[in-house]
């Protein structure tokens, strides 16, 4: 299974841009790159995903590295319910979640 | 509509009881979830099916048994559990996987089982 690694958590300023990175250097190239958070007691919420090219919808954007073995999320302007636990997945044939970012958000 | 509900939210039950967690989507999927995920760890994979049939059993113990009666219908039937077993069990849906589509995956907001 296609493994991604991300920082174990992060802060930022509300209002501020929020830039979320996961390594996934062993993905194959049919491997979406698919984005997950999960806020606190609840089950995990699509955010975004991707394959080659950066992707951009109403909650984030996707910037997908030209080799395709990193990514970053990015929120633009993080609010105090942006504080989740995000988890970068690779869905080749299946679905598994790696460790994730924790991120908190600063009034 | 983008829902996948469980029921019930909470569950208490004992180690020598027999109860059944429920899934239910109407998107039309035809690939269902279960996961189970402990306190502040990543959910993991569970079972899988697909077109109704179990594809995918991740060496899950036998005390936990999965059923899908129908294409939108999700049952995890419960006995004789561990207190181990003790979490919050997601539920999710997608198109089947194919490997080479997105099949983006939809969550429930899941159950929390004590077991005592």
């Known amino acids: 299974d296609a493994k991604t690694t991300q920082p174990n958590s992060m802060e930022s300023n509300e209002e501020e841009p929020v830039h979320l990175p996961c390594n996934h250097s062993t993905i194959s190239g049919t491997d979406y790159i698919h984005w997950y958070r999960q806020l606190p007691s609840q089950g995990p919420e699509y955010v975004i995903h991707?394959?080659?090219s950066n992707v951009n919808n109403r909650m984030a954007s996707l910037a997908i590295a030209e080799d395709r073995k990193s990514s970053t999320l990015i929120l633009h302007r993080a609010t105090l319910r942006d504080a989740a636990v995000y988890y970068c997945i690779l869905t080749g044939n299946q679905f598994y979640f790696g460790t994730g970012t924790s991120l908190t958000v600063i009034p | 509509d983008t829902e996948v509900t469980q029921t019930p939210k909470h569950l208490v039950m004992g180690m020598t009881n027999k109860k059944s967690l429920k899934c239910e989507q109407h998107?039309?999927?035809?690939?269902m979830y279960w996961y189970k995920q402990k306190a502040k760890k990543p959910p993991e994979l569970m079972f899988v099916y697909s077109y109704e049939k179990l594809s995918i059993n991740e060496s899950v113990p036998s005390r936990f048994s999965p059923e899908c009666p129908n294409s939108s219908l999700l049952n995890l039937h419960l006995h004789a559990l561990q207190p181990e077993d003790s979490a919050l069990y997601l539920c999710?849906?997608?198109?089947?996987?194919?490997?080479?589509?997105?099949?983006?995956?939809?969550f429930g907001p899941g159950t929390r089982l004590t077991v005592l």
């Open positions: 998107m039309g999927h035809r690939a």
């Open positions: 999710a849906s997608s198109q089947p996987a194919t490997g080479f589509d997105a099949y983006t995956q939809y």
């Open positions: 991707g394959l080659t």
